[in-house]
């Protein structure tokens, strides 16, 4: 199956600062890369669509001013969290197109 | 859109009986079904998937059956043992460069 990193594994930052989470797809070209997240004892939503070479698209509800995607190369795709909030604590995990059934390892983001 | 259900949201079951999900899906468009097994922690496993052209698949103590006319599918764990204790998720999509929607999750505990 798809080879898919995440880093960090986990971050602990403090309210109000930016955190920013890299996607790596380790063994093929994504075009498009997938960012969902998953609140504690919920299940995994689309939060947005990174697309190599032009803007991210953002599902209904979340703010594309406050969740940063660039998606610089097939490769690897970042999102960042700018003026991060408690709210905002969850476990965010990248999945790549075409190979869409798998999935990096996430990253657990807690904000203080 | 796609909208999955998942049933039952717990489920205990005695070490050596078997387990079932079941899920339902929406959009008939839909062709790929795949089952994730997600620890504490960590980002979803893919443990077994199926596409529409299939009604039935097996991986050792694990199978996944389809019905398509009546738009659900259900995972079947044989032998259950202590260790497929997990959350785990159900997923519908068009296969290629759409994004999965998930169940809501069924915690599965085996008791030992």
């Known amino acids: 199956g798809a080879v898919v990193s995440q880093h960090p594994s986990w971050v602990i930052c403090k309210s109000g600062t930016s955190v920013k989470i890299e996607c790596r797809s380790l063994?093929?070209?994504?075009?498009?890369m997938f960012w969902y997240r998953q609140f504690p004892k919920q299940s995994l939503m689309l939060m947005a669509t990174s697309n190599e070479g032009s803007k991210a698209t953002y599902e209904q509800g979340v703010e594309k001013d406050k969740f940063l995607i660039n998606h610089a190369s097939l490769t690897l795709s970042t999102l960042t969290v700018t003026s991060a909030h408690p709210e905002d604590s969850s476990f965010y995990i990248c999945?790549?197109?075409?190979?869409?059934?798998?999935f990096g390892p996430g990253t657990r983001l807690t904000v203080l | 859109g796609e909208n999955v259900e998942q049933h039952p949201s717990t489920l205990s079951v005695q070490e050596g009986d078997s387990a079932v999900i079941k899920c339902t899906y929406s959009?008939?468009?839909?062709?790929?079904f795949p089952w994730y097994k997600q620890e504490l922690g960590k980002g979803p496993q893919l443990i077994i998937d199926i596409r529409s052209n299939v009604g039935e698949k097996k991986d050792q103590r694990i199978a996944v059956t389809l019905n398509k006319t009546a738009k659900h599918f259900s995972l079947h764990i044989t032998e259950t043992q202590p260790e497929d204790s997990a959350v785990y998720f159900c997923a519908a999509s068009w296969e290629g460069n759409t994004p999965l929607v998930f169940g809501k999750g069924t915690r599965l505990s085996v008791i030992a």
């Open positions: 959009d008939s468009a839909s062709n790929y």
């Open positions: 999945s790549p197109a075409p190979n869409t059934q798998y």
């Open positions: 063994d093929f070209q994504a075009t498009t």
